[in-house]
């Protein structure tokens, strides 16, 4: 399985934390299990990003960009579809949907890379509309984002957003009109076009019987009526199925959920913020401190875990609905970058990497105290008698080298490196946190996170490791307040010595 690509700058990185969740989101609708959509959402994130950076896009909005590209989360979404057809080509097929094998096998599929003028209409009217009016058009309608935060994210004026989205709603109405109109179609069908359109105009419009059970019958039509209807509510379902496809409409549902969650959040850390007031007391720092860090985690743990619960499939019991919730944790992408916050130590860079670094500097985190005691040693009993040893001596044939290899806002990415003087057949390396991380996402091991305690265990291909030989795995992780390098260090139980 490949790894990530590495942010190439820092808009790039913001890009990567904004459009991952979107990718994991649709790959989990696509497959079997939490694990195989990681993969597939591996595969699609690097394949689509490789797209969308010889289209020359940097940001989500696109500069440079003209119309014929997508914007890039449905670019991203299009290349989940894709590498599943690969995997559906190649022998892997066992590990989708089985619904969606059916699809991809049925001319349905064929029409998104067939000739263009027999592709939705959803799709040819986005692509023709220019990178910045199509961007907004889908964040605003179908990852269901507040236009405040859509103005945020493509540099627009907030007073202004409701009316050019208005705008833009428009103008993709009129690109579906003009598709509809160059779609091949039988008689019937064209005579019918121009009535279509009048008819759709208007929310007060009656649709005449016979159009009416025109569009019962002819789903070429209905899918225009879709798009060129901007009253009713039908536009976000038109965009997502149109574009995405197969799953569009359980994508779409997933996205508004998810959204909600994440609004609901936002809005009492809005209102404090508003009042001008401290967060925290001076005598109650510490208790109010740790709420709201339990608190943030609850709350993108539940965004995620709504982004990821099944609507509108047809999943049967082997489907990722009841055994591998704790996966999809394990899943959750870092949060988008943020504002940054006033830390103990220096500004945090903002550049993430998605993938660890062959060449990365050893840096350890700046944030937080001094670490007050030793890893691998424990506080003992001082004065005339003697000392008193609370935990077992680290095993010097087991050392661990721990790499904060890059650090933004509110996440960071780390790699692990174990060396070992015994041969392993199998291995499980845990940690301790210190401040409250949580890890994301890791690769070369399936992680388990309680608490403040971690374990990585060994994927199936890296379980065996020679004798005074290394392993090594990578992850991200969110932080909040401080970033100190973990401590405690097992390796099978038994505590290992840090480099």
Partial sequence: ???????????????????????????????????????????????????????GATSVRGPGRRAGRLPVIPELLTAVRSTAANWEADGRGHKLDPDLRL?????????????????PVALRGLRDLQDADASLLWLAEVEALPLPTVARRLALDPAT?????DQVRGLFRERCHRAHLDSPMDAQCRSYAGLLDAVSRSAAADTPGDLSRHLATCAQCAEAAACLRLHGGSLPAALAGGVIGWGGLAYLERRRRAAEVRLAGVRPRAAEADTGEPEEGAGRTRVLRGGLL?????????????????????RGPDGPGD????????????????????????????????????????????????DPEPQGTSSGTTGTGPSRTTAPAPDPACRVAYDLVNQWADGFQSTVTVSTGEALTDWQVGWTFRDGQQVG???????????????????????????????????LASWQGGNRAPNHFTLNGKPCATS
């Fill in 1 to 55: 399985m490949p790894d990530l690509p590495t942010p190439q700058d820092a808009t790039e990185a913001a890009l990567f934390s904004e459009c991952w969740d979107a990718v994991l989101s649709y790959a989990d609708l696509c497959t079997s299990g939490s694990l195989t959509a990681h993969q597939l959402a591996t595969e699609a994130f690097t394949l689509g990003m490789r797209e969308v950076r010889a289209a």
């Fill in 103 to 119: 699809w991809l096998n049925s001319g349905q599929a064929a029409r998104y890379g067939g000739p263009p003028l027999r592709r």
């Fill in 161 to 165: 957003v409701t009316e050019e989205l």
């Fill in 294 to 314: 339990a608190a943030a985690v609850l709350l993108s743990a539940l965004a995620l875990g709504v982004s990821m619960m099944p609507f509108g499939d047809s």
């Fill in 323 to 370: 055994d591998t919730a704790a996966v999809r944790d394990e899943s959750r992408p870092v949060a988008a970058p943020g504002t940054s916050r006033t830390t103990a130590g220096p500004t945090p860079s903002r550049t993430p990497s998605a993938t660890p670094s062959a060449t990365a500097t050893r840096t350890r985190p700046a944030h937080g105290n001094p």
């Fill in 441 to 475: 996402q890791m690769w070369d091991a399936t992680v388990e996170q309680n608490g403040s305690r971690v374990t990585a265990t060994a994927a199936p291909y890296d379980k065996t490791v020679a004798a005074h030989g290394t392993l090594s795995f990578g992850f």
